[in-house]
């Protein structure tokens, strides 16, 4: 039995929907019609005479994974019936992988460097979508809608390594990243949860599994709930027993939907409709060939080649789409300048107008036209951000644009003086005040400076200039 140090003890088991056309074992589309049990057969239905036949692609992306959580990876590929009594499996069970698990023993590092087991990855199908009318505690009936029946997953189980919920939605984070490198999974409409083991040191580390949380705030905000609950529960001498609770997002709250089972509850048998499938030295050299650059190889490259700062280049590495469009740009602009515009401006107004950066035109051609005007003092940092917000509305020739508006750095030190003599003779009183020993006076007149020029003058030679002028 492992000995934990930590007072809260955290395991998450992941099972994220893998991007293929259709399901894990027969030929219905995971989408499209969205009437319900419409995209269903024989056999996602589990009819009687009907035979599973293994989707490739889906073996192909699993194994994937596998390689980038550094898996051991299995010789064979193994399924088994998981028995249970529940309307989302028509067929009364589950095909998924017990005895011999697709990958086993890997690990996955979060931001701050602490590595999490991986147990094991393995492939099964997702059960049907119930649909609680009333709620899931109040509803006297239940709808199903077997369309998600037999889709195809990958479940990611963590040995019970997490210290916090914070831990718990950061190694999410990490996860998505590399489904998101490995275009194994759909960001945008791939089902990704999460069921997670909570436990304290209080209780002597009695397991609470929460079932089905999705999304990564609500990971952090079940798990903050849990833990919470269990404390009050030893406050009050209350004894916290092995159980499978559920969690209710709108009112913030787990309760109890089960004595939790034991893996002997399931009767795990070898299901004998799926014969086993070898998995050759061959076709996982084809599949390494194939597999990106992932995001903590292009922060180790990010540091090492282009010199910028690791949290920089981390929170760049950690969408795919910025970290290309970044070593691109860093092909033609100062890589220290360049990621300082894609991690804080381009972030900042992609989030201030809730867009990803997939949703909007703007490309590496645009950055690079935009910061060589900054790099070579042709336009402002100011100039430039009001462009960038521009640019995600709609792209457009940012050269012809900076002179169509007349928007070109004000950098002839005649005219900036004339600027200057102007904003000092308008605000007698701020430099009173600041020949008086008030620093922030000057502020005031480098902003009126600013304000003569449309924001085309650089503040650190504005500043430069009024203090000589002034002295």
Same mark, same amino acid.
């Given at each position: ?55 490739k ?10 390689l ?35 990958g ?65 939605? #950061? ?5 998505? @990243?590399? *489904?998101?490198?490995? %275009? =194994?999974?759909?960001?945008?409409e791939?089902? $990704? &949860? ?15 599994e ?54 002997? #509850?399931?009767g795990?048998?070898?299901? @004998?409709? *799926?014969?086993a499938? %070898? =998995? ?6 084809? $599949? &390494? ?15 090492e ?43 900042r ?19 690079i ?11 402002t ?32 030190v ?14 007698p ?43």
């Amino acid at each position: 039995m492992k000995r934990f140090t930590s007072d809260i003890v955290i395991g998450l088991e992941i099972h994220a929907e893998l991007d293929t056309k259709t399901k894990l074992f027969c030929s219905c589309p995971t989408k499209g019609n969205e009437e319900p049990n419409s995209r269903t057969c024989v056999t996602c239905l589990g009819m009687p005479g009907s035979k599973p036949v293994l989707n490739k692609k889906a073996v192909e992306f699993a194994l994937k994974l596998c390689l980038a959580l550094n898996c051991e990876v299995s010789p064979e590929l193994v399924f088994s019936r998981k028995s249970y009594f529940y309307p989302d499996m028509a067929k009364n069970y589950q095909i998924s992988q017990y005895e011999m698990p697709l990958g086993k023993n890997g690990s996955l590092r979060l931001r701050d460097s602490k590595e999490i087991d991986i147990t094991r990855v393995h492939m099964e199908e997702d059960p049907a979508s119930l649909v609680h009318p009333a709620g899931l505690k109040e509803s006297a009936y239940v709808l199903v809608d077997y369309n998600r029946s037999g889709n195809q997953l990958v479940e990611i189980v963590t040995e019970p390594d997490l210290a916090s919920p914070d831990e718990a939605r #950061d190694f999410m984070k990490q996860l998505i @990243t590399v *489904l998101n490198y490995l %275009e =194994i999974f759909d960001i945008n409409e791939g089902i $990704i &949860k999460a069921d997670a083991n909570v436990s304290i040191r209080e209780s002597d580390y009695a397991r609470v599994e929460i079932k089905n949380i999705t999304g990564f705030k609500e990971i952090e905000r079940a798990l903050m709930y849990e833990v919470s609950r269990q404390q009050d529960e030893i406050r009050h001498h209350k004894k916290i027993e092995q159980e499978t609770r559920a969690w209710d997002s709108e009112k913030g709250v787990t309760f109890t939907l089960r004595k939790k089972e034991t893996e002997e #509850d399931y009767g795990y048998i070898i299901d @004998t409709d *799926l014969t086993a499938v %070898e =998995i050759t030295g061959k076709l996982v050299r084809e $599949i &390494k060939n194939e597999m990106p650059e992932l995001a903590q190889d292009k922060v180790r490259k990010f540091v090492e080649k282009h010199r910028i700062k690791k949290e920089d280049a981390e929170i760049i590495a950690a969408e795919k789409e910025l970290a290309e469009m970044f070593e691109k740009v860093a092909e033609e602009i100062n890589p220290i300048l360049a990621a300082k515009w894609l991690r804080r401006e381009l972030v900042r107004v992609l989030n201030y107008n809730k867009k990803e950066l997939h949703e909007v035109k703007i490309d590496e051609k645009h950055m690079i036209d935009l910061l060589k005007l900054v790099e070579n003092k042709k336009i402002t940092d100011n100039v430039a951000s009001k462009i960038l917000e521009k640019l995600i509305e709609k792209p457009f020739d940012i050269k012809e644009y900076v002179k169509k508006e007349r928007l070109e750095a004000v950098s002839d030190v005649s005219e900036l003086e004339k600027y200057c003599r102007e904003a000092i003779e308008e605000n007698p009183k701020a430099v009173e005040d600041y020949k008086k020993g008030e620093k922030k006076a000057l502020n005031f007149i480098v902003g009126s400076v600013m304000k003569k020029t449309r924001g085309k003058a650089t503040p650190k030679e504005v500043n430069e200039i009024i203090l000589r002028l002034i002295k």
